[in-house]
């Protein structure tokens, strides 16, 4: 029927960046988000998403992170769906970010 998406093209479109972040330098460890974000990953590979290195990220310092998210937003079409799943610590400055690993707090 012609109002019915096209399954194979919306699946191409289907894109997850993935981060777990357990083992921080400077702040509290954490023991879950590692296995959090891998279970995201299986879900959201059944859902037809394309997982960025085909596994979610763990444990990543700042500039890793910076360099992977820049790439892979390059390897966006047009018209993409994108799904980002980060599990770690977190901050809230008017914004809310997640922290790298190699996090540390300035005076």
Excluded at 22 to 27: G, K, L, M, Q, T
Excluded at 65 to 77: G, M, N, R, S
Aim: glycine share 6%; charged share 25%.
């Amino acid at each position: 029927a012609p109002y019915l998406i096209d399954e194979i093209d919306f699946c191409r479109r289907r894109f997850a960046f993935i981060v777990g972040n357990d083992s921080y330098a400077n702040v509290g460890t954490l023991s879950n988000c590692i296995s959090g974000a891998r279970a995201i990953a299986i879900a959201v590979k059944a859902l037809g998403f394309l997982v960025h290195k085909n596994a979610p990220l763990e444990n990543q310092k700042s500039e890793e992170l910076k360099v992977e998210f820049i790439a892979w937003t390059k390897t966006l079409p047009e018209n993409a769906v994108a799904l980002i799943y980060a599990a770690g610590h977190g901050m809230e400055l008017r914004d809310r970010y997640l922290l790298p690993i190699d996090f540390e707090f300035e005076e």
